[in-house]
């Protein structure tokens, strides 16, 4: 199984880099928006994208271009995110490329569900929260990548 995994910088990179003995055995090809995390996955393909967030529609749609070309080259059989919107487009083009879509949330994201996840959580075949409390109907609380 192919599986992208996919997420902007920072904690949200470290939450994914965490989940990697999940995808042990399946071929691993990682997204996110600094070219300088190609070091931190040596045994993976890897490829950086632009940033891209609501407040930087410039980039945004840079970001889904970049992503599509992505999902249609490596042709994924899951797609797998931890955020932010860049995670969020990822789900959504693998969507209509028929991948199967699986989002975490952020475990900084305490109080509640980002706007991203809430998004997600209307068409991801799986949304996770870190926190139990959060859980609802359509999203699931199996415990937090980072302790």
């Known amino acids: 199984m192919k599986v992208i995994a996919i997420s902007s910088i920072g904690g949200h990179w470290i ?5 990697r003995p999940a995808f042990a055995g399946h071929e691993l090809v990682f997204v996110s928006t600094n070219e300088s995390f190609r ?16 407040s930087d ?15 249609r080259i490596e042709s994924p059989d899951v797609i797998v995110t931890t955020g932010a919107a860049p995670g969020l487009i990822a789900l959504i083009i693998g969507m ?15 109080e509640k569900l980002s ?3 809430k998004i997600a959580s209307k ?7 870190q926190w139990e409390h959060l859980k609802t109907d359509n999203v699931s609380f199996k415990g937090n990548v980072l302790k």
Not at 15 to 19: A, H, I
Not at 123 to 129: D, K, L, Q, W
């Open 15 to 19: 939450q994914l880099l965490r989940l």
């Open 39 to 54: 070091s931190m996955v040596p045994n993976s393909k890897f490829y950086a994208i632009s940033d891209g967030n609501r």
């Open 57 to 71: 529609i410039k980039g945004l749609l840079s970001c889904v271009t970049q992503i599509f070309t992505i999902i």
């Open 96 to 110: 209509l490329f028929g991948c199967k879509t699986i989002w975490i949330d952020s475990i900084a994201n305490c």
């Open 115 to 117: 706007l991203s996840g």
């Open 123 to 129: 068409f991801a075949n799986r949304v996770f929260t």
